[in-house]
T-cell receptor
Framework: AQSVTQLDSQVPVFEEAPVELRCNYS??????LFWYVQYPNQGLQLLLK??????LVKGINGFEAEFNKSQTSFHLRKPSVHISDTAEYFCAVSGGSSASKIIFGSGTRLSIRP | NAGVMQNPRHLVRRRGQEARLRCSPM?????VYWYRQLPEEGLKFMVYLQKENIIDESGMPKERFSAEFPKEGPSILRIQQVVRGDSAAYFC?????????????FGPGTRLTVL
């Protein structure tokens, strides 16, 4: 069975500061990893995904994530955040026996302070 | 190309009533997925459908919940005899294929409140 753990439920940061949102996964098969963002009262939007190849994945809005197989992690980073980045961020995994469904983490709420 | 559409956006029901949630996938997408988000939690997979077929319903509660995706028209998630614990946001996603790793595009969700 696959699972995703987001270690921080809330991350407060100051505007223009760097941020890292942590994500660890567990799986016995090859997986595909995603980060989604959910703005208040909206649906989810894909930020980036890792399928194969380069372990550093660049996404929209200046975000990037690094796949680390040995540490089973897929942390999300941004070098300088903006107020508009305030949202909930979900790490997710698919693959193996759950090929068609996405398994989501519990989410990390990113709050940006001016 | 319009995105995934869900309606209604907000739905209020009293205990014991029925709730019907609709999802129109993106144009050209024949795969639909339903997820439920309970307050302060992540999304949980419920069911995966292709046109006229349920492919994976491993996340659906055994009773009161059903889903369909007819040949014509939107996908419907139906909850009979709703209880307070059904209060949640229900999200629909669609994809053009069901390949592993294919992006699922999410709708804005339907927020169900059971009084």
């Amino acid at each position: 069975a696959q699972s995703v753990t987001q270690l921080d439920s809330q991350v407060p940061v100051f505007e223009e500061a760097p941020v890292e949102l942590r994500c660890n996964y567990s799986s016995s098969v090859s997986v595909y990893l995603f980060w989604y963002v959910q703005y208040p009262n909206q649906g989810l939007q894909l930020l980036l995904k890792y399928l194969s190849g380069s372990t550093l994945v660049k996404g929209i809005n200046g975000f990037e994530a690094e796949f680390n197989k040995s540490q089973t992690s897929f942390h999300l980073r941004k070098p300088s955040v903006h107020i508009s980045d305030t949202a909930e961020y979900f790490c997710a995994v698919s693959g193996g026996s759950s090929a068609s469904k996405i398994i989501f983490g519990s989410g990390t709420r990113l709050s940006i302070r001016p | 190309n319009a995105g995934v559409m869900q309606n209604p956006r907000h739905l209020v029901r009293r205990r014991g009533q029925e709730a019907r949630l609709r999802c129109s996938p993106m144009k050209g997408h024949s795969h639909v997925y339903w997820y439920r988000q309970l307050p302060e939690e992540g999304l949980k997979f419920m069911v995966y459908l292709q046109k006229e077929n349920i492919i994976d319903e491993s996340g659906m509660p055994k009773e009161r919940f059903s889903a369909e995706f007819p040949k014509e028209g939107p996908s419907i998630l139906r909850i009979q005899q709703v209880v307070r614990g059904d209060s949640a946001a229900y999200f629909c996603a669609s994809s053009p294929r069901a390949g592993v790793g294919d992006t699922q595009y999410f709708g804005p969700g339907t927020r169900l409140t059971v009084l």
